[in-house]
Structures are given as C-alpha cells and as structure tokens.
C-alpha cells in the first residue's frame, strides 16, 4: 500500500520498556524518522536513521530497522510519565528535499 | 533561535472566505513543506517546496495553493475556506545535509475552523 502504518494505541506502566512499531511503504527512502508530539504542541524530532543503518542508539531510544521486511521500530527504556505523547514514524520518499511521509500516530499512555 | 514560524496560530473563517497562512525560516533551509493534521490521521502533506522557484502537490493539494515567495518564505492560501479544512496546519523546513539526516523542522502549528 501507499500508507505508513502504526498502531494508534499502546498503554504502559512506568518504567517497562515501550516499543512502538511502524511498517513503511518504499524500500529505496532514505531516512526513516521518529517524532513526538504532546498535547497541543508542534512535532519534535526524536531521532532518525539512514537506511544503510539496521540500528541506532540515543540514550533511552533503540531504533531499529529491517529493511527486507520495511518495518521499524523506536524502543524507549525505562519509560516515564513524561513520555506520554503521541509518536510519529515518517519515511522520506526521494531524494534530498524529496517528501516526508507520515504514519498516523501512536499515543503512547504511561501509567504511574 | 527562531526556527519556523507560522501565522496566525488561531483563525476561524466563514465557509468561501479566502485567507493565506505565512511560513517563514531562518535555517537558510531549501525545502518547505505544508502539513496537516486531522485526528487519526496523522500529518499529510499538503504542497512542498524542493528548493526556491518550485512546488509541488502532496498527498493532498485540492483546496490550496501555495507561493514559495523567497528562500524563507513559504506561504499556503484557501482561496474559498470549507468545513472539510477545519484541521491544524503546520509549516516545515529541511536541510540537505545528510550528516544531520535531511531533518525536518516543525513550526507550532495553526488551528484553522472553518464554520
């Protein structure tokens, strides 16, 4: 399909690891991306990976991506209240300046 | 650091009013991009810029026009307003280095109904 899917939902309790999972639609995008947007807010950059890349690191953050099977995941460690918000996978299609494609969203609800 | 800017952040208009949201970065970024966002729906995109001197159409472009009127500026018009654009819109801008991942920059968003 044309789409990128996610999820909608995924409730956790604080401090087990979340993993949000997205499946994207062009095996020849070039950067994979991972936003967050809380209430009321614009959309903050997480992280991203290039797609020679099969995993990234950023502190409480995993990225990881199966290219054969297009699919991605972000894995946050020890999640906290704070990290309630809704989460974005989006795949840039062409090449440079080329279109950012979005899943619909995952809200991530952390439970005390 | 301002980043991108988008106005207004509020409006409410009248079904056939026309009325333009204004985008402006000050990254010295050559791509721009015009979002929506619609509940359960995630963001699609509406026009984008490659670079100055040129659009092209996104995933959702009837309804819209845009002018890419310098390097900074990226404007969105509704030349007649309808209840089906009620929807938050936001305005972007990228890179082209791919050391920092051609990221994309967001701006705050602007809630547009249409009554």
């Known amino acids: 399909g044309e789409d990128v899917e996610q999820s909608l939902f995924l409730s956790v309790r604080e401090g087990d690891s979340s993993v949000i999972n997205c499946t994207y639609t062009?095996?020849?995008?070039?950067?994979l991306y991972w936003y967050k947007q809380e209430p009321g807010a614009g959309l903050q950059l997480l992280t991203y990976?290039?797609?020679?890349?099969d995993m990234k690191q950023d502190q409480r953050l995993t990225v990881l991506l199966n290219k054969k099977d297009k699919h991605l995941s972000l894995r946050i460690a020890d999640t906290q209240t704070g990290d309630s918000a809704i989460y974005f996978c989006?795949?840039?299609?062409?090449?440079?300046?080329?279109?950012?494609?979005f899943g619909q969203g995952t809200e991530l609800s952390v439970k005390p | 650091n301002a980043g991108v800017t988008q106005t207004p952040k509020f409006q409410v208009l009248k079904t056939g009013q026309s009325m333009t949201l204004q985008c402006a970065q000050d990254?010295?970024?050559?791509?721009m991009y015009w979002y929506r966002q619609d509940p359960g729906m995630g963001l699609r995109l509406i026009y984008y810029?490659?670079?100055?001197?040129?659009?092209d159409k996104g995933e959702v472009p009837n309804g819209y026009n845009v002018s890419r009127l310098n390097k900074r500026e990226f404007s969105l018009r509704l030349e007649s307003a309808a209840p089906s654009q009620t929807s938050v819109y936001f305005c972007?801008?990228?890179?082209?280095?791919?050391?920092?991942?051609?990221?994309?920059?967001f701006g705050e968003g602007s809630w547009l109904t249409v009554v």
């Open positions: 990254m010295n970024h050559n791509s």
């Open positions: 990976i290039f797609s020679n890349m």
């Open positions: 062009d095996s020849s995008s070039t950067y």
């Open positions: 972007a801008s990228s890179d082209s280095g791919q050391s920092s991942g051609n990221t994309i920059y």
């Open positions: 810029s490659a670079s100055e001197g040129t659009t």
């Open positions: 989006a795949e840039r299609r062409g090449s440079i300046g080329g279109k950012l494609i």
